[in-house]
């Protein structure tokens, strides 16, 4: 069996789905349970249903998003019925796995088993991430400075969890910081000499066990960088452009969930989009499949001031539209995808195991 297709169906087992489903049950229903909050399920019959629609009409407008910039960065070869599926199974294999690995490198093969030739695959996956890390690179220290420390939360919290947390914020901002500009001198400054710097450092004592998959990682930066070269002002503002769109469509989201239940001023909107910043930043380095568990824990802490007895409510109301109908979506596209791009009759027999 083609290489490509057993990784592809090894990322998207049953198993993969599984976890992250009964960890985010598990979370939430600990929320109900641990408070004897179970009676707070009626509160949903007070929410503002406009807003409601609201919420999953921003959702519906960023995935168009979303599609349009990858159908743009691929210059219009994936059609809009392609890009459907790309975006679709890459929010799959995010859901399915930890934030900190996200599903770029499925994303890789999706795209070249889309007809996109690897390197092209290899440098609109890197460029993504690069312009979704510069946007958050760009953004916090924004929100900082516009909120004045109050993007923290402070809710219900022992301060030295606070404190604990701004040092997780700080870490991870400078990690992804550290990270994208390295991509950024790989892909755009001097790919050659990153490969070589890669094999430098391989080459000293235990590291040497990773020479090899720095000399792949090395070549792919490569090619990536040689496909990237040469694109005009309105590639780059047309990607930079439909980064900032989708983002910005994803926090306001909760917003609109957040002022389904309760009355919202413009400053406090401005203040929910900002710690929703800070909040994913946070949630880059989660170690479960999709956060999963770990968002639902860490959310009332975050928003529980705007929501008081609402919050737990909200924050199963936000999985329910960000992230499950994902898990199911990608299981109704997965099938239909792998059998288009592999082969019918072998798909579905191997899909049946």
């Known amino acids: 069996m083609d290489q490509n297709k057993k990784t592809i169906l090894k990322s998207f087992s049953p198993v993969k789905v599984l976890i ?32 409601l629609f609201a919420a999953v009409l921003v959702l519906i407008i960023r995935d168009l998003g979303y599609m349009y910039r990858i159908r743009s960065l691929t210059d219009k070869f994936l059609t809009w019925r392609n890009s459907l599926d790309v975006i679709m199974l890459w929010e799959f294999a995010s859901a399915i796995t930890p934030s900190v690995v996200g599903g770029t490198a499925v994303a890789t093969i999706i795209l070249n088993k889309e007809g996109i030739p690897l390197g092209k695959s290899l440098a609109y996956v ?11 690179i760009l953004a916090a220290p924004l929100v900082l400075l516009a909120t004045q420390g109050q993007v923290f939360p402070t809710f219900d919290l022992d301060p030295s969890f606070v404190a604990n947390l701004q040092v997780a914020f700080y870490v991870s901002y400078m990690l992804i910081a550290v990270y994208t500009f390295l991509m950024i001198y790989a892909l755009f400054v001097r790919p050659r000499a990153f490969k070589w710097l890669l094999l430098k450092v391989t080459s000293w004592g235990f590291l040497r066990r990773w020479r090899v998959g720095a000399f792949q990682h090395g070549n792919e930066i490569m090619w990536a960088s040689q496909q990237l070269k040469g694109k005009d002002f309105n590639y780059w503002a047309r990607a930079i452009i439909s980064t900032i769109f989708v983002w910005s469509a994803r926090y306001f989201l909760l917003n609109c969930l957040i002022a389904a239940f309760t009355d919202v001023t413009f400053g406090e909107h401005m203040l929910i989009i900002s710690r929703n910043l800070i909040f994913w930043i946070v949630m880059l380095v989660a170690i479960t499949p999709g956060g999963a568990g770990i968002v639902e824990m860490a959310f009332p802490s975050f928003f529980g001031s705007f929501l008081g007895s609402f919050s737990t409510i909200v924050v199963v109301l936000y999985r329910l539209i960000t992230y499950y109908p994902y898990l199911l979506l990608g299981s109704v596209f997965l099938p239909r995808w792998v059998a288009k791009v592999f082969g019918r009759p072998a798909a579905e027999k191997e899909l049946r195991r």
């Not at 992250?20 to 503002?48: C, M, N, Y």
Request: net charge negative; no cysteine; aromatic share 14%.
């Open 20 to 51: 992250p489903v009964l960890l985010g049950l598990g979370a939430t229903a600990w929320l109900f349970i641990k408070d004897d909050r179970l009676s707070e399920l009626k509160g949903i019959t007070q929410a503002h249903l406009g807003w």
């Open 126 to 136: 890197m460029f993504t991430a690069v312009l979704d890390n510069m946007f958050f």
